[in-house]
């Protein structure tokens, strides 16, 4: 049994639609930032955090990844070159998607209103998410996924990314990439995982 801390409309997203994915029993602590709750785990007050066997994991990407090796799916074996591609494409995901996202949303909704420069920094993000877009349909090969027949943590990760995006109003992706996500939409586990969302 997990404990995942945080709110199914934040990153935790993630780590509930990896969960579910991987049929684990979990409970959910729904918590948001800097509460209680999270603050008792994370001193930093940011989402998510798991509680795995008496130990606090964080950081969405890290807890996904964790939970990937530790029950055998959507991931490719640690040491190959297939888990050093997929590596690859999550870290270029959570730095050039997520990372631009991120400071998107702070100027839309995390910052107090005073601190607030959406429109000001709105040109430097949507250089950086078209730019970071552009070589991602580059990268990505014939098979449905990432990085081959497999889905992984890495479209995990994209297609959250694109939540983000359509909500923040940024450019969407179009072609490949948005093929994949797509077809990660379409999966049991995303629908069941967005239905939670949505009741919480």
Same mark, same amino acid.
């Given at each position: 049994?997990?404990?995942?801390?945080? &709110?199914?409309?934040?990153?935790?997203?993630?780590?509930?639609?990896?969960?579910?994915?991987?049929?684990?029993?979990?409970?959910?602590?729904?918590?948001?930032?800097? &509460?209680?709750?999270?603050?008792?785990?994370?001193?930093?007050?940011?989402?998510?955090?798991?509680?795995?066997?008496? =130990?606090?994991?964080?950081?969405?990407?890290?807890?996904?990844?964790?939970?990937?090796?530790?029950?055998?799916?959507?991931?490719?074996?640690?040491?190959?070159? =297939?888990?050093?591609?997929?590596?690859?494409?999550?870290?270029?995901?959570?730095?050039?998607?997520?990372?631009?996202?991120?400071?998107?949303?702070?100027?839309?909704?995390?910052?107090?209103?005073?601190?607030?420069?959406?429109?000001?920094?709105?040109?430097?993000?949507?250089?950086?998410? &078209?730019?970071?877009?552009?070589?991602?349909?580059?990268?990505?090969?014939?098979?449905?996924?990432?990085?081959?027949?497999?889905?992984?943590?890495?479209?995990?990760?994209?297609?959250?990314?694109?939540?983000?995006?359509?909500?923040?109003?940024?450019?969407?992706?179009?072609?490949?990439?948005?093929?994949?996500?797509?077809?990660?939409?379409?999966?049991?586990?995303?629908?069941?995982?967005?239905?939670?969302?949505?009741?919480?």
């Amino acid at each position: 049994m997990y404990t995942l801390i945080g &709110s199914p409309k934040s990153r935790a997203f993630r780590v509930l639609w990896a969960l579910e994915e991987l049929g684990l029993d979990y409970d959910i602590k729904n918590a948001p930032p800097h &509460s209680e709750d999270i603050l008792a785990v994370n001193p930093s007050g940011k989402l998510p955090a798991l509680l795995a066997d008496g =130990q606090v994991i964080t950081d969405s990407v890290a807890i996904i990844q964790f939970l990937a090796d530790k029950h055998g799916a959507l991931t490719h074996p640690a040491g190959t070159l =297939q888990r050093a591609h997929q590596d690859s494409f999550t870290q270029m995901l959570s730095d050039e998607l997520d990372g631009t996202c991120w400071v998107m949303a702070k100027h839309s909704f995390v910052f107090p209103e005073e601190m607030r420069h959406k429109e000001a920094v709105r040109a430097g993000a949507e250089w950086d998410i &078209s730019r970071a877009l552009k070589s991602l349909e580059a990268r990505i090969g014939d098979g449905p996924w990432l990085t081959g027949d497999t889905f992984t943590v890495a479209d995990l990760v994209l297609t959250h990314c694109s939540n983000w995006m359509a909500m923040i109003g940024l450019e969407m992706p179009t072609g490949k990439t948005a093929e994949i996500i797509e077809r990660a939409k379409a999966r049991p586990a995303y629908v069941r995982s967005f239905d939670i969302r949505d009741a919480s």
